[in-house]
């Protein structure tokens, strides 16, 4: 694992933002480092700090024969394999209490599921880790309410937080961006990241597999950072429609790029 200063990720030398990115699963290890090095090798090139994202088990699914996992020590490997192969940081989102130490044991970073952000016992849990704690705000959460969860990690011992915007529900099946919660949620004094490509969700469609717009994934990422955020999200592969999960809202991998060099002269119009 790495040791990384959460600090460096609000002022990176490069002055860019961070990038929290990589598939929404953990499909197998020759994918994985597959993605992994194509995303290195940008982030690298453009001088964007990374943290290497995959989730080793979904536990928030609609169908019940959804696609959850190929195994948690599995994949909590192939995320260790990532980090010691490519010397980046990674993350993984838990779920229960009980699996804070276990996935602490394989990734920098420990991810707070937006559904979650409430659970007082998780929230505690994962700070007791020692970890950095990146908690996504609810989609039925105002900003300003998440200083409470902020809260709970640092009055538990662990000053090592990250918020992550992921959108605000609007009617059943749709999300809205509420960029006004960006530099609201940084007075709290600690990072801010867009969730870019979970915000273009479309849930609970009849069909019972979540759709979503990845046409609009430039625009909210231009608008996150013209706002400010310290660090974007963004899940990629290298073949969407056949993704195990959330396809449906997946920036394609050869287009990745192309985005960020875009985003790099928003940030350089804006600070």
Excluded: W
Excluded at 2 to 12: P, S, V, W
Excluded at 64 to 91: C, M, R, Y
Excluded at 147 to 157: D, M, N, P
Excluded at 228 to 234: E, R, S, V, Y
Aim: charged share 25%.
């Amino acid at each position: 694992m790495i040791n990384f200063e959460l600090d460096k990720l609000k002022h990176t030398t490069s002055g860019n933002f961070f990038l929290m990115a990589g598939p929404c699963a953990i499909e197998g290890e020759e994918i994985a480092m597959r993605i992994a090095e194509k995303i290195i090798t940008i982030t690298d090139k453009l001088e964007i700090p990374l943290i290497f994202k995959g989730s080793y088990r979904k536990a928030n699914r609609s169908k019940g024969d959804s696609f959850t996992g190929i195994g948690d020590e599995k994949a909590l490997k192939i995320l260790e394999k990532v980090g010691h192969t490519f010397g980046v940081p990674t993350v993984t989102d838990i779920h229960e209490s009980d699996e804070a130490a276990m996935a602490a044991a394989y990734v920098d970073v420990l991810q707070i599921p937006a559904f979650l952000c409430r659970q007082t016992d998780l929230l505690i849990a994962a700070a007791n880790t020692g970890k950095v704690v990146n908690i996504k705000k609810g989609q039925f959460l105002s900003a300003g309410s998440m200083r409470f969860a902020v809260e709970k990690v640092q009055e538990a011992g662990n000053n090592k937080v990250i918020l992550t915007d992921r959108g605000n529900t609007f009617g059943y099946q749709d999300l809205i961006v509420d960029y006004r919660g960006l530099p609201e949620m940084q007075g709290f004094g600690v990072p801010v990241v867009m969730d870019v490509t979970h915000s273009l969700q479309q849930p609970n469609q009849s069909s019972g597999v979540t759709g979503g717009k990845p046409q609009l994934i430039e625009t909210i990422s231009k608008a996150a950072i013209a706002v400010g955020a310290d660090g974007l999200f963004i899940e990629t592969h290298p073949d969407p429609a056949n993704a195990k999960s959330d396809g449906a809202n997946m920036l394609h991998l050869d287009l990745l790029e192309d985005l960020l060099v875009k985003l790099i002269r928003v940030r350089k119009a804006v600070i």
